[in-house]
C-alpha cells in the first residue's frame, strides 16, 4: 500500500506563500501520479493541481493558475505545492491524492490512495 503524509500548513495573511509537501512510502508501486485537492468548510472536495508520473506535466484549476505550482522530487518520493498569492478564499484542508497509472485525472473517485490532510487558513 501507498502511504501518503502531508505537511506545511499553517496561517498565514493574503498575499502571503505557503508550501506544502506530500511524501510517499511505498514509492516502489509504480508507475503513478500525483494530485492535490481541497475542501472548504461546507464544501466539496474539489481538485487544485497534478502532475503526471513520467513527463512531468502539469495541470491547475483555473482558480489557482498564475499562483499555484506543482513539483516532484527528483526521487519521485515528495510532492510539493508552492501556493503564492493566497486569498482568503484558499483557505481549506489540502489533501495529497495517488493514482496507479501515468496521466492526470482531476476526478477525485479515480484516485487510490489519500493523505490525512493539511489546514491552510488565509486571514484577510
Known amino acids: 500500500q501507498v502511504s501518503l503524509v502531508e505537511s506545511g500548513g499553517g496561517l498565514v495573511q493574503a498575499g502571503g506563500s505557503l508550501r506544502l509537501s506530500c511524501t510517499a512510502s511505498g514509492r516502489t508501486l509504480r508507475p503513478y501520479a500525483m494530485g492535490w485537492f481541497r475542501q472548504a468548510p461546507g464544501k466539496e472536495r474539489e481538485f487544485v493541481a497534478g502532475?503526471?508520473?513520467?513527463?512531468?506535466?502539469?495541470t491547475y484549476a483555473d482558480s489557482v493558475k498564475g499562483r499555484f505550482t506543482i513539483s516532484r522530487d527528483n526521487a519521485e518520493t515528495t510532492v510539493y505545492l508552492q501556493m503564492n498569492m493566497l486569498k482568503p478564499e484558499d483557505t481549506a484542508v489540502y489533501y495529497c491524492a495517488a493514482r496507479r497509472g501515468v496521466g492526470i485525472v482531476t476526478t477525485l473517485q479515480d484516485y487510490d490512495y489519500w493523505g490525512q490532510g493539511t489546514q491552510v487558513t488565509v486571514s484577510s
Open positions: 502532475i503526471s508520473w513520467l513527463s512531468g506535466r502539469t
